[in-house]
């Protein structure tokens, strides 16, 4: 399922170039949701574009497109109120109960307490929100759309705290506030330059224990593919032919020394955990 998810909204975004910026976001028929998205931020509009592409590709009837559009309003402002509950530090007993929240209560300091809490905020997920298959494969660009908002506010976060404390270090914090440091700085695709200055930063913290080299390393691969070189360790590819497969790598037979070198599996491991059916 999660698969044809992101193949889905892959083939939306590649077809959604060619349509007018001026098109319907829902049936004419259907005011009250139009004048619903038209109050909406440019981003999400784009979002329900896409949505739109993958209900077409559904096959659904414009009817029934009508009613899912609806169902998904509502899903998209329950997922937003949460995440805005969460930030403001109103927790459900579900949400302590889950791994960043346990750290959350547990955590060190102020820092690490806000670090979880916003982690919290971006890795929250209700699955009970949308029960149909199709309509949980239309929500995926307002699901990514939900947590990209709540990443652009972690990172601006992060960057705030970071010259005070240098790193979440794990000999300081522990190792789950390094990863879910790891994890902010690995989802500012929007700032490359920022990624790239974190590699230099966090590479003798590898060297020293207090930064995990695995996740290292996939920050390192995803620096280089979105800047259009070959990675060092294959953590990075794509689903292809009914297989996952890495993208350039920098001398590809020698990949797992250097993936053992970094506590990672061999490629051909990493390989067979993808399903791309």
Same mark, same amino acid.
């Given at each position: 399922?999660?698969?044809?998810?992101?193949l889905?909204?892959?083939?939306?975004?590649?077809?959604?170039?060619?349509?007018?910026?001026q098109?319907?976001?829902a049936?004419?028929?259907?005011?009250?949701?139009?004048?619903?998205?038209?109050?909406?931020?440019?981003?999400?509009?784009?979002?329900?574009?896409?949505?739109?592409?993958?209900?077409?590709?559904?096959?659904m009837?414009?009817?029934?497109?009508?009613?899912?559009?609806?169902?998904?309003?509502?899903?998209?402002?329950?997922?937003?109120?949460a995440?805005?509950?969460?930030?403001?530090?109103?927790?459900?007993?579900a949400?302590?109960?889950?791994r960043?929240?346990?750290?959350?209560?547990?955590?060190p300091?102020?820092?690490a307490?806000?670090l979880? $809490?916003?982690?919290? =905020?971006?890795?929250?997920d209700?699955? #009970?929100?949308?029960t149909?298959?199709a !309509? +949980?494969? &239309?929500?995926?660009?307002?699901?990514?759309?939900?947590?990209?908002?709540?990443g652009?506010d972690?990172?601006?976060?992060?960057?705030?705290?970071?010259?005070?404390?240098?790193?979440?270090?794990i000999?300081?914090y522990?190792?789950?506030?390094?990863?879910?440091?790891?994890?902010?700085?690995?989802?500012?695709?929007?700032?490359?330059?920022?990624?790239?200055?974190?590699?230099?930063?966090? $590479?003798?913290?590898? =060297?020293?224990?207090?930064?995990?080299? #695995?996740?290292?390393?996939?920050?390192? !691969? +995803?620096? &280089?593919v979105?800047?259009?070189?070959?990675q060092?360790y294959?953590?990075?590819?794509?689903?292809?032919?009914?297989?996952?497969?890495?993208?350039?790598?920098?001398?590809?037979?020698?990949?797992?020394?250097?993936?053992a070198?970094?506590?990672?599996?061999p490629?051909?491991a990493?390989r067979?955990?993808?399903?791309?059916?």
């Amino acid at each position: 399922m999660r698969r044809r998810v992101w193949l889905l909204l892959i083939l939306s975004i590649v077809l959604i170039g060619p349509l007018n910026a001026q098109a319907p976001l829902a049936d004419d028929t259907d005011i009250q949701t139009l004048q619903d998205l038209n109050r909406r931020s440019p981003s999400e509009a784009r979002a329900w574009r896409i949505v739109d592409m993958i209900q077409i590709r559904q096959a659904m009837s414009r009817t029934e497109r009508r009613h899912a559009r609806t169902r998904l309003l509502i899903a998209f402002d329950k997922l937003s109120h949460a995440q805005r509950r969460v930030l403001s530090g109103d927790f459900t007993a579900a949400m302590l109960n889950s791994r960043w929240g346990q750290a959350m209560v547990t955590a060190p300091s102020a820092e690490a307490q806000a670090l979880f $809490r916003r982690t919290l =905020a971006d890795q929250y997920d209700d699955a #009970s929100l949308l029960t149909s298959e199709a !309509d +949980r494969a &239309a929500f995926a660009p307002l699901f990514l759309l939900a947590k990209a908002q709540i990443g652009r506010d972690n990172v601006l976060w992060l960057k705030s705290v970071l010259p005070r404390i240098g790193w979440f270090d794990i000999t300081t914090y522990g190792a789950d506030a390094s990863m879910a440091a790891w994890l902010i700085v690995q989802h500012a695709d929007f700032d490359p330059q920022w990624q790239a200055e974190m590699i230099e930063r966090l $590479r003798p913290r590898v =060297a020293r224990g207090d930064m995990q080299p #695995s996740y290292f390393a996939y920050l390192v !691969d +995803r620096v &280089a593919v979105n800047g259009h070189r070959p990675q060092d360790y294959g953590t990075q590819g794509r689903c292809a032919n009914g297989a996952w497969q890495p993208y350039p790598m920098i001398e590809a037979e020698r990949v797992d020394e250097r993936r053992a070198t970094m506590g990672l599996e061999p490629l051909e491991a990493y390989r067979a955990r993808f399903n791309c059916n």
